[in-house]
């Protein structure tokens, strides 16, 4: 009898601490969300236990990724050709190996003219891992502080913008894509020389949002970054117009963008590391221009 | 304390394990929630003020992880881990039957717990319905193997909770 008490006591308790604990996490939530830098700090930490980890996963997935295929398979081949199959399969294994150190070249090659090209300065990172909970669209690369990545930073690749640089541990820095929900480019249509914010929507595409009805943006038009952020450079490449809807009681129209990069298959990412200067003439930025909308659609 | 320790060293593996699969190419949607069947092991076998907040931390884990908020997951697993430890004396999670629908509906409340609470500072999709289902499915599979292997290696031989293994290590 004195047991189950004591059993009961300890599971009240526990529900009475789950329901104090779930109210920190509330606020917590609340307070991170306006004050990032509390974020940081523990990501910094964490980055610093996981980043070496991460890097040997890397190292171990580049170095043998072919290793399965290579010699696995050759268990249960006839003596008589075993020899001449391990030969074969140790030729395709170096030809694997060459044509990923071509692929690699080819990459960094594109970055390496891509800054040349853009007049960027930046450091080039290679991605080693990505969000462990799926719900938050980012990728973690092995480059951080000492390498001279800062938080605020845009990442690009030559084929256009990947995001932006939210946490740096020592080593390793932490970055949002702009599929992400809570990402945001100050971004401008190249033909229509339309402006919007493009902001994630959870899938592979993002979304032009504040582009007012007035104005007539097509499928098939390019959008580009337009500077007036402060984080991206003017000019990358987002992406392209895949639709346009125009229906609905607001006053804004939804405009689907298809990013240029596939998130997917990011390897190396080129950091910023020279922040744009946003341009006197380039008009009132696009922050005041959605506040004022708003308070015109309230 | 060495148990929440090593709890806490599990949890971190778990987040880096999670963040590996996801690196080799496997879809957000098809990643198992393995510091969540933790948090579920925690529940029905460590069941004090410690474990709870042992479950916050790996929650906290996660949520540096992402590098964006910090709360909702550690709120999440909190709660699953309540829940966890009120049904404790009624379920048999020996099971691997019973341990897989526990494993589906822990992940599904853990990641409707998620969303509630980033709610205000993210948008949510239909993508973020099929992540749901798909990650419940994939922990409920892989639950039952988890939870085998940790009790198999984490049986404890005297004190069922953290906290009285804490007082008695104290006392000693």
Redesign the interface.
Known sequence: MVGMSEGISARARVAITSFSLLCMSLFLTAYSAKHPALVSVGSVLVSEIVTPFQSFSEFLSRSGSSLWERYVYLVGVSEENEDLLVRLRKVEGELALLSEFRTENERLRALLNFVSESGLEGVVGRVIGSDPSGWVKGVMIDKGSSSGVAVGMAAVVSRGVVGQVVATSLSSSRILLIADHASGVDAIVQGSRVRGVVEGSGSQLCELRYVTRDYQVKAGEVVLTSGMDGVYPKGLLIGTVSAVQTGGATLFQTVEVKPAVDFSRLEEVLIVTAKPEVSAEAGEPLSSVVKRLRQKEE | MTRALLFCVLG?AA??I???L????LP??L?PQLVLIIVIYLGFNE???L???V??VL??????????????????F??V??AM??LS?RLFIESPLVAAVIALLASVGANVI?ML??Y??????W??LS?IIG?ALCTAILAPVVLGVLARRLKRRTSP?L?RSFAASVAS
């Open positions: 971190l987040v880096l999670q963040g590996v996801l690196r080799f190419g957000d949607a990643l069941i004090s003020v474990g709870t907040f479950a916050f929650g906290l884990f996660l949520d540096f992880s992402s590098a964006l908020l910090l709360g909702p997951w550690a709120g999440a909190v709660t881990y309540g430890a009120v004396s998620y609470l980033g205000e500072y993210r948008t949510l999709a993508e973020d992540r990650q909770t906290g």
